[in-house]
């Protein structure tokens, strides 16, 4: 089941720069796209999300954008900072009840000071 | 801030053995869930529960696995007979509306089972 995928593992940036994170999907049902964020041993914790019906979602430093027509979405933060660096997980879910979030396969940021 | 909790932190256990992961949802959240993550391998949905019953669960999900709310607060899953591949990060989470949109997540059960 590949729904999400996002085909680079890991990502270095150096500090202050931009981090641009890239997400696609197959599934043309889903109506919201999510960010987790998860530190080792710890739970996913939700980033940003946008709903499929939008093109952008802004949240401090970090944005979503969503291209529904190339099925891509893209986790812009700028700028990056040490702080940052985790596994960075898409996710997609569907509306209406009880709806459970298929994740992608994750990408390891680093920013580096 | 609201945070889902889960215990314990870490389990080993027999194969064979029966183990129940338990959970705390947000204490407004009417949407429960449970996730796994294998190593090395992606996050993956294993049952959503609503108004006391299962509203959806995945292939994973068979009938070695149940969960329930056996009060006003606690959210368990429990596992009648554990296998080898049962190892695995295992993921509480909550959600206050019926959306997938927002749902947060406990920091994990680490299961080993030997």
């Known amino acids: 089941d590949q729904q999400v995928k996002q085909n680079s593992p890991s990502l270095s940036v150096q500090e202050g720069r931009i981090s641009i994170l890239n997400c696609d999907y197959t599934?043309?049902?889903?109506?919201?796209f999510l960010w987790y964020k998860k530190y080792p041993a710890e739970g996913p914790t939700f980033l940003i999300s946008?709903?499929?019906?939008?093109d952008k979602n802004e949240d401090g430093r970090f944005t979503v954008f969503l291209n529904k027509s190339a099925k891509h979405l893209s986790l812009h933060i700028v700028p990056s900072q040490p702080g940052d660096s985790a596994v960075y997980f898409c996710?997609?879910?569907?509306?209406?009840?009880?709806?459970?979030?298929?994740f992608g396969t994750g990408t390891k940021l680093q920013v580096i000071p | 801030e609201p945070e889902v909790t889960q215990t314990p932190s870490h389990q080993v256990t027999q194969m064979g053995q029966e183990v129940i992961l338990r959970c705390v949802p947000i204490?407004?959240?009417?949407?429960f869930y449970w996730y796994r993550q294998i190593l090395g391998q992606k996050v993956e949905f294993l049952v959503s529960?609503?108004?006391?019953?299962?509203?959806?669960k995945s292939e994973i999900f068979d009938d070695q696995f149940s969960v329930e709310r056996p009060d006003g607060s606690n959210f368990t899953l429990k596992i009648r007979s554990t296998k080898l591949e049962d190892s695995a990060m295992y993921f509480c989470?909550?959600?206050?509306?019926?959306?997938?949109?927002?749902?947060?997540f406990g920091p994990g059960t680490r299961l080993l089972v030997l």
């Open positions: 989470a909550s959600s206050e509306n019926a959306g997938g949109e927002t749902q947060y």
């Open positions: 599934n043309s049902m889903f109506d919201y």
């Open positions: 946008i709903s499929s019906i939008k």
């Open positions: 996710a997609a879910s569907r509306a209406g009840g009880y709806q459970k979030v298929t």
């Open positions: 204490s407004n959240h009417l949407y």
């Open positions: 529960f609503y108004n006391n019953e299962i509203s959806e």
